[in-house]
Each structure stands twice: as C-alpha cells, then as structure tokens.
C-alpha cells in the first residue's frame, strides 16, 4: 500500500476570529434587539435606515459592533480567497490574517476621514452622514453573506472556485442595491448637484478601490 501525504490546513486562527466576529453580531442583537429586528430584514425593507439614520448615526455600539462583524469576515474571506487562486506560501496564515485585517481597518478609516472632511468643505456634514449610514450599513449587512462563504470555504469547500465567486456576486449585488435605494432616496438633492456627486463617487468610491485593490495584488 501506497502512503499518500495529506496536507491538514491548521484553521485554529479562522475559528477563533469567526467566533470572536459571530460574538461580535450576537452582541449587536443582545444591545438593541428592536434595532437588530429590523436591520436583519434590510435588503427587502428599509425601515432600518428610516428609523435609525437619524438617531444612531454612526456612533452607536449597534453600528460599532456590525463593523466589526464586518471587518473580521472580510479579511478573512480575503485570506481564504487567496487561498483558493493561489499556492503561494509567503506569508503565514497568521502574518497573512492580520495584515488583511490591517489593511481593510486603516482603508475604512482613511476613507471615512475624506468623507467626513468633504462634507466640512461643501457644508453638506448632514447629507454625508446619511449617505455614509446608509451604505455602511448594507457593507456591514453583506458581511453576513462573507460569513456565510468563510464557512463553506474553511470547512466545507476549501478550494471551490465556485463558492468564492457566488459570494462576491451576491456581495456586490446586495451592495448594488443599496447604492440604488440611498439614490432613490436623496435624488432630488442628487440632481441639484450632480456633478457633485459624480466627482464624489470617482474620488471617493472608485478611486479608493481601484487603489486598494491594485495595491493588495502588488
């Protein structure tokens, strides 16, 4: 009998952040169950951002904590994606893990400083706000659908091409959507100043992706 060699991935580090994130998410529900009943229905109703875009804003432990979700299953569906198109081992799982983590959270934050800083110059701080809640919200609610892939892809599927692109379909979609429901809902301020909101959506949208991914694949 042959002796066949069989790699066993070691997804102690993945286990324990999906945890640390799915305690992050319960937290959210345990802090505000009202709001978590209807954040968890957003994509199908948008009561969510009627009600809580005013009052939360985006200093709330509810909102805190969904970013958090957020950025843990992210980085580490980013990290189980390479995985999958790539055997190179340069960095190590943990190295590789962290440096995801890193990179999403100063990206997030450096992105959020700009959109901030942009409403103070055109003394539009209000709109801004809203335009930010909104679409944090549907990027954190997205998560749950990386949380889902990160899941499949760790225990399930660890090397299903498959897998990876109908999450980042569904991921983009659902985004997609967002982004069309927070135009509906501030068009007519849109069309007052649209080449605003172009120039915003090249410098402020495109641009940071195209810098972060460009810089990700170096």
Request: hydrophobic share 55%.
């Amino acid at each position: 009998m042959e002796a066949i060699t069989r790699q066993i991935q070691n997804l102690d580090l993945v286990t324990l952040l999906l945890f640390v994130s799915l305690c992050a998410f319960a937290g959210a529900k345990i802090f505000d169950k009202n709001k978590f009943g209807v954040y968890i229905i957003l994509p199908v109703n948008n009561k969510y951002l009627t009600i809580h875009n005013k009052k939360g804003k985006l200093i709330s432990w509810f909102h805190l904590l969904n970013t958090a979700f957020q950025l843990l299953n992210f980085s580490i569906f980013g990290y189980l994606t390479i995985k999958v198109f790539t055997a190179n081992q340069y960095l190590e799982l943990k190295d590789l893990l962290w440096y995801l983590l890193l990179c999403l959270f100063f990206f997030v934050m450096v992105k959020l400083i700009l959109q901030l800083l942009t409403g103070y110059i055109f003394n539009i701080e209000n709109r801004i706000l809203e335009y930010i809640f909104n679409k944090q919200s549907y990027f954190n609610y997205s998560a749950l659908i990386a949380c889902v892939g990160n899941i499949i892809l760790a225990y399930v599927l660890p090397e299903s091409v498959t897998v990876v692109y109908l999450i980042i379909g569904l991921i983009f979609l659902l985004n997609i959507v967002g982004l069309v429901n927070t135009i509906k809902t501030h068009q007519i301020y849109i069309k007052s100043h649209l080449l605003y909101f172009i120039l915003y959506l090249c410098a402020l949208e495109i641009a940071p992706l195209v810098i972060f991914g460009s810089y990700l694949k170096g």
